[in-house]
């Protein structure tokens, strides 16, 4: 059980175009549902925090605006990068919280690479 | 604050050794302490967590030990294997606040 897929597994963009990651929670209703970014050799950063029907909490130096995430219902978050430029190219993973319980369980994450 | 301190950055242990990371936090506030191990290409995967009612948890060759008056706390692999080669995280959040905070990581490396 707690299962966290994460579609697509890796993607290639152009420049200046936008590419949607979906996440989805296969056998529990999440609550919360996280974003994050990780890059080589490094620890995970929280990109933001989304509760189902309402609006995402972004961190501190994460600009909403490029990084739309829609948690649609207790079982899919999506994340939108628009305009993607090369610095965005980065390993993209998501997790979920079940609901009433603390633990978070991650996606096998998406490798974005934008040439 | 909201630190949590993880160390040894790497470690290579001997196939069948013990190998042993360690945390260290600030925030009182904390009660939930899970580590995750990640493998390269791949999400975090939930290994094993504590709350601090107990000292000590163990599953299969995975022990987490808890000592709460110290803030600290650590992951024991026993009869490590080189399949246990991976990065592993320690991470730390409260009861009503469901983000993590993870410490940086420590890449193990277990020689065949």
């Known amino acids: 059980g707690a299962v966290v897929s994460q579609h697509p597994s890796w993607v290639i963009c152009k420049s200046g175009t936008s590419v949607k990651i979906e996440c989805r929670s296969l056998?529990?209703?999440?609550?919360?549902m996280f974003w994050y970014r990780q890059f080589p050799k490094q620890s995970l950063m929280l990109m933001a925090t989304?509760?189902?029907?309402?609006?995402?909490?972004?961190e501190q130096g994460v600009e909403k605006d490029k990084f739309l995430i829609n948690h649609a219902s207790l079982t899919l978050s999506t994340l939108t990068v628009t305009s993607a430029h090369p610095e965005d190219s980065s390993f993209y993973i998501c997790?979920?919280?079940?609901?009433?319980?603390?633990?978070?369980?991650f996606g096998p994450g998406t490798r974005l690479t934008v040439t | 604050q909201q630190q949590v301190k993880q160390s040894p950055q790497s470690l290579i242990v001997q196939k069948g050794g013990i190998s042993i990371i360690n945390c260290a936090y600030e925030n009182t506030a904390f009660d939930y302490f899970p580590w995750y191990q990640q493998f390269p290409g791949k999400g975090p995967a939930l290994l094993i967590a504590?709350?601090?009612?107990?000292s000590e948890k163990k599953e299969g060759r995975f022990t987490i030990s808890f000592n709460k008056s110290a803030k600290q706390f650590s992951l024991h692999i026993m009869d490590s294997q080189p399949g246990d080669s991976a990065t592993y995280f320690c991470?730390?959040?409260?009861?009503?606040?469901?983000?993590?905070?993870f410490g940086k990581g420590t890449m193990l490396l277990v020689s065949p």
């Open positions: 997790s979920a919280n079940p609901r009433g319980g603390y633990e978070q369980y």
């Open positions: 991470a730390a959040t409260f009861s009503g606040y469901s983000t993590l905070t």
């Open positions: 056998d529990f209703q999440a609550t919360t």
């Open positions: 504590i709350r601090p009612d107990v």
């Open positions: 989304s509760n189902e029907g309402s609006k995402a909490t972004y």
